[in-house]
């Protein structure tokens, strides 16, 4: 089953599938580089359709040369272009595109005495660095980049990035060389062009905060991309349910012949008296996602607090591991959830006993804190479980992955560690389906599998309980026989969509609520 929409390339692949494309003759660099800049000026002209004033800035490379074609290109389109770029020697196919400027107009040079001396423009170009950054800028450019990330109203909302903006390492994300209290001041594109995929720079924080609307421009390499993509771990972008695959409402929907127990049998193991109102909001989730019955249970003190709605919830006391055997003996049974509202002692007495079942389970909050301070129970992990911490949790559950994750080694120009590597990382250690939460949610499966999901539009999900509602939705989804990776990965993009779809002033409780709107536009 493939869901999950737009492939996401990592800048070797990418740079492999060029030189394919370039090897096989389908297309010489020269070409592919012409490609990009007319596409690149093509979105720009686009977004402004009156011809107007372009600066545009051209690095030493590659990048460079598809900005000297945007020049040449918006220059014939009408448009007053002023080219400022370094005095080097490029490859040979950026020399090409420079010495075609150059019959055009002059190139001034790339510093910020120029950029800030030239008349205001209404377009600036950033084709300074694209995916062959490979360490920090230099002061110079750093003080363009600043500029251009500064809050002067005679470059806000005009920047138009070729692949992205100078300075964002496309693999992780992360601006070389910008420590992060100083990330509001870098450049923030109003759109980014890129060629042929998304990679994860375009998806993973701050990468996705500064690059405005990412768009994909085809330059022709399809092909390539597609002969070679069975030698690569499947890594998609999903965004909107419009992303997903078309057999998404069947798989959501409920076949005419269907009785409760067809779609599943969820378990929500609540905690303590006075926690119970995670717990409740997971199961909530669990049932509105179509799990055919759900039931909730808490220790026997703490029975009286689930007395209330909703009715369709059944519950059934369960005090100690002994009890959560008897219960999972059931073999209608399809999934549980541990760790909303549970309380980590508990957890940690409850675990052993659902993990031998090697039920599907959703493992969040205090079960991963249980997880934690106890490696045997890592052990037990199994690949139909999926761990859904927060950074947080993370960092407590794979502490060494989580400090690869660390910026600085980084920005010395060392190597790259992604949040995709590091939850595939700890997807692989634990065996176990990993959603790593935030507004660019990544999923990774043992397999290998990945898919990021992208929830910048929908920061009012930062909101107590909003967690325990995902833990119950990917719950329900398990439930009904969908596998771990898919259901996490689509419990992420129904989280998001119900947030989106109720706007401002959410709080954890509509969601669970909104999933029948969700459900509705789906067309399930
Ligand atoms: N390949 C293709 O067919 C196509 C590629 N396309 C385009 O090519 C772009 C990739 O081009 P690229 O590989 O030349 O790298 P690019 O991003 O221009 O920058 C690297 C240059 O900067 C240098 N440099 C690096 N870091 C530095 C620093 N901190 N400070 C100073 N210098 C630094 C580095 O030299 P170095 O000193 O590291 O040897 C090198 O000279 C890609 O993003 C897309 O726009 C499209 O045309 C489609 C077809
Ligand atoms: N700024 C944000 N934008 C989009 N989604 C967010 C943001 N912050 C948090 N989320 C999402 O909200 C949920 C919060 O979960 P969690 O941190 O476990 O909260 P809680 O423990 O209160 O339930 C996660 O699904 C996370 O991805
Ligand atoms: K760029």
Redesign the pocket.
């Known amino acids: 089953m493939m869901l999950f929409g737009s492939e996401i390339l990592t800048t070797a692949q990418m740079?492999a599938i060029?030189s394919d494309?370039?090897d096989s003759g389908a297309a010489t660099?020269l070409q592919?580089?012409e490609?990009?800049?007319t596409l690149a000026a093509g979105h720009i002209r686009l977004a402004n359709p009156k011809p107007g004033r372009a600066v545009i800035l051209c690095?030493?490379?590659?990048?460079?040369?598809?900005g000297y074609v945007v020049a040449r290109q918006l220059h014939h389109a009408g448009w007053s272009v002023r080219v400022l770029g370094l005095d080097?020697m490029?490859?040979p196919?950026?020399a090409h595109m420079k010495a075609l400027w150059q019959e055009l107009g002059p190139i001034h040079p790339l510093s910020d005495e120029q950029l800030h001396g030239e008349a205001p423009a209404d377009i600036y170009v950033d084709?300074i660095?694209?995916?062959?950054?490979?360490?920090?800028?230099?002061h110079r450019?750093m003080a363009i980049l600043k500029r251009l990330g500064s809050d002067d109203p005679r470059y806000r909302d005009k920047l138009y990035a070729?692949?992205?903006v100078s300075g964002l390492c496309l693999d992780c994300g992360a601006m070389?060389g910008w420590p992060d209290d100083q990330l509001s001041r870098a450049p923030h594109a109003r759109m980014t062009i890129a060629?042929d995929s998304p990679k994860p720079g375009h998806l993973l924080r701050p990468g996705c905060l500064l690059s405005g609307q990412v768009v994909i421009a085809d330059?022709g390499i399809s092909a390539q991309r597609r002969a070679a993509a069975t030698q690569r771990q499947p890594l998609h972008a999903i965004r909107r349910p419009g992303d997903a695959a078309p057999g998404l409402p069947r798989l959501l929907g409920k076949s005419p012949e269907g009785h409760k127990y067809r779609h599943g049998h969820a378990i929500i193991v609540a905690g303590a008296a006075g926690h119970g109102g995670a717990a409740r909001l997971s199961a909530r989730a669990a049932l509105r996602l179509g799990a055919g019955l759900v039931t909730l249970c808490p220790p026997q003190p703490a029975m009286p607090e689930h007395a209330g709605p909703p009715d369709a919830l059944m519950r059934r006391p369960i005090d100690d591991g002994a009890a959560l055997a008897d219960l999972l003996t059931d073999g209608r049974i399809s999934s549980i959830c541990i760790g909303p509202g549970c309380g980590i002692n508990r957890a940690a007495e409850l675990l052993p006993t659902a993990l031998q079942t090697r039920l599907p389970c959703i493992l969040d909050a205090d079960a991963l804190s249980a997880i934690a301070r106890d490696d045997s129970l890592l052990a037990q992990l199994h690949d139909r479980c999926v761990l859904t911490p927060h950074e947080g949790e993370f960092s407590r559950l794979f502490p060494d992955i989580a400090a690869r994750l660390h910026k600085a080694e980084h920005q010395a120009g060392k190597t790259c560690h992604s949040r995709i590597d590091a939850t595939r990382d700890a997807s692989a250690r634990s065996g176990a389906v990993v959603l790593l939460k935030g507004p660019d949610t990544v999923v990774a499966a043992p397999t290998g599998e990945c898919c990021i999901h992208s929830a910048l539009d929908v920061p009012w999900l930062a909101t107590a309980g909003s967690g325990d509602v995902l833990a119950g939705m990917a719950a329900g989804l398990l439930a009904r026989a969908i596998p771990p990776f898919h259901a996490a990965g689509l419990a992420a993009l129904l989280h998001a969509e119900a947030a989106r779809q109720f706007g401002p002033g959410l709080i954890a409780d509509d969601l669970p609520e909104q999933i029948p709107s969700v459900l509705r536009a789906l067309e399930v």
């Open positions: 740079r060029e494309a370039i660099g592919l580089m490609r990009a800049g690095g030493p490379g590659n990048n460079g040369g598809d080097n490029p490859g196919d950026a084709a660095f694209g995916t062959g950054l490979t360490r920090p800028a230099d450019i070729i692949d992205c070389l060629f330059i």
